[in-house]
């Protein structure tokens, strides 16, 4: 199969060799340069029999092979599969078995988050490691690479129902679930374009991890207009600042938590960058709360700060503009560029009132085609064309939107997505826990933290440094709760089901919302 369109990379290579394309420390690529690192990866994976609709998980901090990675599996038709690198053992072994990833493609110091799974995941044909020396049971795609033309690449095959990404977001039944998603529309990219005013000249800063749908999907729409990327392997505020200063950076996308760790350094810290070049500060991952904004505004300057409401499945569904971050406190702003919000009762009635809180659903041309292998879930999430993330809203009079409150146990720490219900499992394999409710918290920090509610058996006694250290055998980090409580019993209603508000709300008193 001959690719259908000519590559947005290729053309602006050609059209434009010259251009800075990525900037990593002191690594600089021009777009020639960079197109060319990108086919030799591509022709490589074709090479490897990667076809239209073949997964491919990736694995690695931010990267200029990581932003290469991406591209290159556009180039073959590809499925991608980011993998969070800050995942335990386990947990990445489950997700490249479930994924049927037929390659793997990871940063070499991720190996022993790897190593796992590269005698379990039967489906994976070969492991290739760049940015280092390839364990044994890989081989290096540096190496390879080097061998392979940088001639553009012939895809091979044709899956007309194959998505472009898959990214797993973790499941409420205790494991993640794949988002299969498909090419976005060009009206609902131009829409957003228009809308943020995204130009061709933009710098964007990796402030977020690129496994994250967020900070990938912003960066492409940089990069594909033909715009500089900024690598920052690793956060760091004072760095942060340096980097937006020295490449003039025009645009980034972050939690809260990065640039609240921005915002508290010493006021002539910040004044002594001229920042003055950041037109398009994109905020989301996680609500973004109102007295960091009023921070934001006061620090770094007016006008820049732009807010979008979304998710995995669903995509950028609204836009809060700068001049109204601060006169709509708590809103999420009005839908995106050809997106359509309904807000549905518990009956199913559709709520045209403001101020009514419903179920927030969405339906356009940017939501995801199903979770893999999970068809239920997926008629779960559907109400005909309209798909939910199960978090409930109002708007009000001018049309502005309000997330109050999710109809799911997910936390947002820092950003990240947490289902409490494969911490829950965790807990409960513990011989001294008999049972175990796992809820959000506040954080000034990082919004919400994750806290757990235990029995433990007759006579039992544990430490939470003993419960933190099972915890974080067999989770990631960010997912080990952060303080336990000790009941009697979970409160449960009449069908079983935990009422987790009663846990969580005495820690909730006195705030707006129900959520971070």
């Given at each position: 199969m001959t690719a259908p369109t000519e590559d947005p990379l290729s053309m602006l290579a050609a059209a434009d060799p010259g251009r800075t394309a990525v900037i990593e420390d002191e690594r600089r690529l021009t777009y020639a340069e960079f197109n060319a690192l990108v086919n030799r990866?591509?022709?490589?994976?074709?090479?490897h029999d990667v076809r239209a609709g073949t997964k491919v998980v990736w694995c690695g901090r931010n990267s200029t092979e990581v932003v290469a990675v991406i591209a290159a599996l556009r180039k073959c038709g590809a499925v991608g599969v980011p993998l969070n690198y800050r995942l335990s053992p386990e947990e990445a072994s489950y997700v490249i078995e479930n994924a049927d990833a037929a390659l793997v493609l990871f940063d070499a110091e991720q190996a022993p988050q790897l190593e796992q799974a590269s005698w379990r995941a039967t489906s994976v044909r070969r492991w290739l490691a760049f940015r280092g020396n390839a364990p044994e049971w890989a081989s290096s795609l540096d190496a390879l690479a080097a061998k392979s033309p940088a001639t553009e690449p012939v895809p091979r095959g044709e899956d007309p129902?194959?998505?472009?990404?898959?990214?797993?977001?973790?499941?409420?039944?205790?494991?993640?679930?794949?988002?299969?998603?498909?090419?976005?529309?060009?009206?609902?990219?131009?829409?957003?374009?228009?809308?943020?005013?995204?130009?061709?000249?933009?710098v964007y800063l990796t402030t977020g991890p690129l496994y994250h749908s967020g900070p990938m999907s912003f960066m492409l729409i940089v990069q594909l207009m033909g715009g500089t990327v900024v690598v920052m392997r690793d956060f760091d505020p004072v760095r942060w600042l340096d980097l937006v200063e020295r490449h003039r950076v025009t645009t980034t996308f972050s939690a809260p938590t990065p640039i609240r760790r921005v915002l508290?350094?010493?006021?002539?810290?910040?004044?002594?960058?001229?920042?003055?070049?950041?037109?398009?500060?994109?905020?989301?991952?996680?609500?973004?709360?109102?007295?960091?904004?009023?921070?934001?505004?006061?620090?770094?300057?007016?006008?820049?700060?732009f807010e979008v409401y979304g998710s995995t499945e669903l995509g950028v569904d609204t836009v809060l503009r700068p001049e109204d971050q601060l006169r709509k406190p708590g809103s999420c702003?009005?839908?995106?560029?050809?997106?359509?919000?309904?807000?549905?009762?518990?009956?199913?009635?559709?709520?045209?009132?403001?101020?009514?809180?419903?179920?927030?659903?969405?339906?356009?041309?940017?939501?995801?085609?199903?979770?893999?292998?999970?068809?239920?879930?997926?008629?779960?999430?559907?109400?005909?064309?309209w798909l939910t993330v199960g978090d409930i809203a109002y708007r009000d009079e001018e049309g502005f939107y309000y997330i109050c409150d999710r109809r799911t146990d997910m936390i947002i720490s820092g950003g990240m997505n947490i289902y409490p219900a494969e911490i829950e499992a965790v807990l409960t394999a513990h011989p001294a826990v008999a049972?175990?409710?796992?809820?959000?918290?506040?954080?000034?920090?990082?919004?919400?933290?994750?806290?757990?509610?235990?029995?433990?058996?007759?006579?039992?006694?544990?430490?939470?440094?003993e419960l933190t250290a099972f915890c974080r055998e067999h989770l990631?980090?960010?997912?080990?709760?952060?303080?336990?409580?000790?009941?009697?019993?979970?409160?449960?209603?009449?069908?079983?089901?935990?009422?987790?508000?009663?846990?969580?709300?005495?820690?909730?008193e006195n705030r707006d919302t129900k959520i971070g």
């Open positions: 990866y591509a022709n490589l994976l074709v090479d129902v194959a998505g472009t990404s898959m990214f797993y977001t973790s499941g409420t039944t205790g494991k993640p679930k794949g988002v299969v998603r498909g090419e976005i529309a060009q009206e609902i990219v131009l829409g957003l374009v228009g809308e943020i005013g995204f130009q061709p000249g933009d508290d350094l010493p006021d002539e810290t910040i004044r002594a960058r001229d920042l003055s070049s950041l037109q398009r500060m994109i905020a989301n991952a996680a609500p973004w709360p109102f007295e960091l904004k009023r921070r934001y505004v006061d620090k770094i300057g007016e006008g820049s700060l702003g009005r839908p995106a560029p050809g997106v359509e919000i309904a807000l549905f009762d518990e009956d199913g009635r559709l709520i045209e009132e403001p101020h009514v809180p419903g179920d927030l659903y969405v339906r356009g041309a940017a939501t995801f085609r199903d979770y893999y292998k999970d068809e239920g879930k997926f008629r779960d999430a559907s109400r005909g064309e049972d175990a409710a796992v809820f959000g918290v506040p954080s000034d920090e990082w919004g919400e933290s994750v806290h757990a509610a235990v029995v433990l058996r007759p006579g039992a006694e544990v430490a939470d440094a990631a980090s960010y997912k080990t709760p952060r303080g336990f409580d000790r009941i009697a019993e979970i409160p449960r209603n009449p069908s079983g089901k935990t009422l987790k508000r009663r846990l969580r709300d005495p820690y909730w």
